[in-house]
Antibody, heavy 129, light 109 residues
Framework: QVTLKESGPVLVKPTETLTLTCTVS??????????VSWIRQPPGKALEWLAH???????SYSTSLKSRLTISKDTSKSQVVLTMTNMDPVDTATYYC?????????????????????WGKGTTVTVSS | DIQMTQSPSSLSASVGDRVTITCRAS??????LNWYQQKPGEAPNLLIY???SLQTGVPSRFSGSGSGTDFTLTISSLQPEDFATYYC???????????FGPGTKVDIK
């Protein structure tokens, strides 16, 4: 059974750095067809993708938050870590990690489709002094 | 960056209704479009990937169509458990950057 579980502080102060950990089970972070993303959702608002890390350690970040985000992984511990610097009250949200599955489609050449097939339950982070 | 829009932002429907939600990308994304359902207090759940492929375990009343910039999620006969918010998401970019639409809330008429 594939599961992902987010952990981290419930409350952070403005200007502090947030560190969140996603612990996965049921799959390996070294599998080339699987990777992990972080997504957040402010109360009552839409989903916002934050960052992604592939099995080969390639990373990608939200353009608007790139300067504040760092994603990393420890394959031996089955963990993906997201840090977000200079936290602000607008960063108050539920933070999710999700497994990304790569679907390979052949039609004379390969096309790679990526989608979030398993999600953690999320962890709520409040930014307040 | 590619921007995603959805219409309507909300709709009211009755059990048994056929419901259609539209998603539009700011540039062509081929078929790199996924749909998710989210119920209050829960994580999102994948419904459709690659624009029209039904995720394993998702009821067949859900279907997706479209390519390029315009996409549609259809629920053929709305069930009580389908009242939720629906998000589209693109995965076209290289390097991989996901973008979600703003969501469409489906509630009871």
């Amino acid at each position: 059974q594939v599961t992902l579980k987010e952990s981290g502080p419930v409350l952070v102060k403005p200007t502090e750095t947030l560190t969140l950990t996603c612990t996965v089970s049921g799959f390996s972070l070294s599998n080339a067809r699987m990777s992990v993303s972080w997504i957040r959702q402010p109360p009552g608002k839409a989903l916002e993708w934050l960052a992604h890390i592939f099995s080969n350690d390639e990373k990608s970040y939200s353009t608007s938050l790139k300067s504040r985000l760092t994603i990393s992984k420890d394959t031996s511990k089955s963990q993906v870590v997201l840090t977000m610097t200079n936290m602000d009250p607008v960063d108050t949200a539920t933070y999710y990690c999700a497994r990304i599955w790569r679907y390979d489609f052949w039609s004379g050449h390969y096309s790679y489709y990526y989608y979030m097939d398993v999600w953690g339950k999320g962890t709520t982070v409040t930014v307040s002094s | 960056d590619i921007q995603m829009t959805q219409s309507p932002s909300s709709l009211s429907a009755s059990v048994g209704d056929r419901v259609t939600i539209t998603c539009r990308a700011s540039q062509s994304i081929s078929s790199y479009l996924n749909w998710y359902q989210q119920k209050p207090g829960e994580a999102p759940n994948l419904l459709i990937y690659a624009a029209s492929s039904l995720q394993t375990g998702v009821p067949s009343r859900f279907s997706g169509s479209g390519s390029g910039t315009d996409f549609t999620l259809t629920i053929s006969s709305l069930q009580p458990e389908d009242f939720a918010t629906y998000y589209c998401q693109q995965s076209y970019n290289t390097p991989l950057i996901f973008t979600f639409g703003p969501g469409t809330k489906v509630d009871i008429k």
